[in-house]
């Protein structure tokens, strides 16, 4: 594959990369204004960088309940159409120490998403009206699932994960299954969270990373697994690391490494996508700052289990 330089495109946060059968990555992520959704598309993981294939798919309104804080948006290709997952907020308020946001998605029918033809679907409705974000999916035998970061009231903390089967891009089939809460002090620090799932099949399981802790040097990623052969939907068949898997690293000044997804090399090598600061002097609140730069490494495997390694 050709050499990728760290930070491969600066201030774009909660990066998400996928490489589509017409042999094009996409690539879409948090934009420090918050107010729109950008795709990028290259033949290339080191041409998303300064691709012309670049488009704004969808503006945030001036009023209303998606008006602010464009965050997380996700490209999926489900059913034989592109949709965008994303969460949004009526207004930079917040109530309860939590901001408002709820799940959106916009859909595409056309073979190349880089057009003009993008459409609002609405809310993505959970049952539970409470602040959510941070939706992926993946598909498992002949079946589509969701998943997502919620507050759960009665719950201490901003956000847990939840799965549930979608009947289709935009409704839940089934009712949200609890997967994790925020437990252990890796989870806990500066914020009580689990948030931004993350979805890699692989050696007869599924991977599901998530990201902790406040966005400054404390967030990191944690990890689930389940069986392949498993009902996905029950939350005992999922498995918890009670360790982070990916975190700072001091030594190379890479700080706050999470929001992650997965995609693979030209050779088929998985990849590990996500963003970090390269410093930790930030004056107010994290979310402001706009150096969360997209990084990327090569995910390594022994017994059947991924390697993380070190942020870099």
Request: include cysteine; glycine fraction near 6%.
């Amino acid at each position: 594959m050709q050499e990728l330089i760290n930070p491969i495109i600066e201030q774009r946060a909660d990066p998400h990369i996928t490489k589509h059968s017409d042999g094009y990555y996409y690539f879409t992520a948090s934009v420090p204004e918050y107010d729109r959704i950008e795709i990028r598309r290259a033949k290339s993981i080191a041409e998303l960088r300064t691709t012309s294939e670049l488009i704004n798919a969808w503006y945030k309104p001036d009023t209303g309940p998606y008006s602010d804080l464009i965050w997380a948006p996700e490209l999926h290709f489900i059913d034989g159409a592109w949709y965008v997952y994303f969460a949004a907020a009526p207004s930079r308020a917040i109530v309860d120490g939590l901001f408002q946001h709820r799940m959106y998605a916009i859909s595409n029918h056309n073979a190349n998403p880089i057009t003009d033809n993008w459409v609002f679907e609405g809310q993505i409705d959970t049952g539970m009206d409470t602040f959510c974000l941070d939706a992926t999916s993946f598909s498992h035998q002949g079946r589509n699932y969701y998943v997502w970061a919620q507050k759960e009231n009665g719950i201490r903390g901003n956000s847990n994960l939840y799965i549930a089967e979608l009947e289709t891009p935009t409704q839940l089939r089934t009712q949200p299954q609890r997967l994790t809460i925020p437990e252990f002090d890796w989870e806990q620090r500066g914020f009580w969270v689990n948030e931004g799932p993350s979805i890699l099949h692989r050696h007869g399981k599924f991977w599901m990373t998530y990201s902790a802790s406040a966005t400054d040097e404390n967030y990191c990623m944690g990890l689930l697994w389940a069986d392949e052969n498993s009902d996905l939907l029950n939350p005992a068949n999922w498995h918890k690391s009670d360790h982070p898997v990916f975190a700072t690293n001091w030594e190379k000044k890479v700080y706050g490494p999470g929001h992650n997804s997965f995609t693979q090399d030209e050779n088929g090598h998985d990849l590990l996508v996500y963003h970090a600061r390269d410093y930790t002097e930030i004056e107010g609140d994290p979310l402001w700052d706009p150096n969360r730069h997209t990084r990327i490494k090569v995910l390594t495997w022994k017994d059947g289990f991924p390697q993380f390694g070190d942020a870099i």
